[in-house]
């Protein structure tokens, strides 16, 4: 296990690179200047000129990139254009937010899909396994932006139950902030997760070992725990991880919908005034993140099925 672990975090240092390079290129090539959207109506050439040259952003773009390379390395993240605010203190105060939002939308996606999906398999082709299939499909049409609206409209406005936005200021309103939008996360998700539950929850149901199982006279709840969802969660797995930057690319959207002052939407506002440095270090980042649990994701599939072994 600490050989994979070790072959797999080496493994980060060229996906971080081959993200800091597409990132570095596509903000460059993307029109727009950093420094007029910075100036506004202020914006003259003189001024622009200096802003170039106190940013660094008049020198050619290879020494740019190598600059920046350099910086990265000695954990140098430099300074937002925009923000007017260090890059490493920015992020610090983001990250846990983003993080919690992608934990939270994890849970409630698998509290959605595992009981969902396990009763459609064990009523294949009955009314429950229809209206679940017939859900999912209706879910999996829904934008996320579509729906954080309703859930702020009807549960937030309207019921009043949670905040329309914003963080708060102590734990508990930290946590209850994010149930809208983690669920607004988890209903993009379950859909794919439900899908793939069902499918093979329905080839465990029908597999020897449970006829087995049934023959010793197992009771049924023990045979779909033990059995049936044990063996059909393995495919689950592979699935939610590979999914898992739903997670990170539904922060983007829902961190703006309900004002979240998250990597998403410092990330997004990075983009939108050209924050060169802060857009690429946030690339870095949800690289990162999705890297490690791709990792998590391996581990968990090796503890379910002790067939396989990480090589």
């Known amino acids: 296990m600490a050989r994979y672990l070790g072959k797999r975090l080496l493994l980060l240092i060229p996906v971080i690179f081959g993200v800091v390079t597409v990132a570095f290129l596509l903000m460059h090539i993307t029109p727009g200047d950093p420094a007029v959207s910075y100036l506004g109506d202020r914006a003259t050439p003189k001024a622009v000129a200096a802003l170039h040259h106190q940013w660094g952003l008049d020198k050619p773009l290879i020494q740019q990139y190598f600059s920046f390379i350099g910086e990265l390395l000695t954990g140098n993240l430099g300074d937002s254009l925009y923000f007017k605010t260090s890059i490493a203190g920015l992020l610090a105060k983001r990250i846990p937010l983003t993080l919690g939002l992608m934990i939270l939308a994890a849970i409630i996606a698998l509290a959605i899909s595992v009981p969902l999906a396990m009763l459609a398999a064990t009523h294949e082709n009955g009314p429950s396994d229809w209206i679940v299939r017939i859900l999912n499909a209706a879910a999996q049409g829904m934008p996320q932006f579509w729906v954080g609206t309703m859930l702020i409209i009807y549960l937030a406005v309207n019921a009043g139950l949670f905040p329309v936005g914003g963080y708060g200021d102590s734990l508990i309103e930290h946590l209850w902030s994010l149930i809208l939008p983690a669920t607004t996360v988890a209903l993009s998700l379950a859909p794919t997760l439900i899908k793939s539950l069902r499918s093979s929850l329905i080839d465990a149901l029908d597999s020897q070992y449970v006829e087995f199982a049934q023959s010793k006279g197992l009771k049924t709840k023990n045979i779909l725990i033990q059995y049936v969802l044990r063996n059909g969660c393995i495919s689950g797995i592979s699935v939610f991880g590979i999914n898992v930057g739903a997670l990170a690319g539904g922060s983007l959207v829902v961190e703006n919908v ?54």
């Open 258 to 311: 309900f004002a979240l002052p998250g990597m998403g939407a410092t990330m997004m506002k990075a983009i939108l005034t050209r924050d060169y440095p802060v857009v690429q270090v946030c690339a870095v980042v949800f690289a990162v993140i999705v890297v490690l649990v791709y990792l998590l994701t391996d581990i968990a599939y090796s503890a379910v099925d002790p067939r396989v072994r990480l090589q």
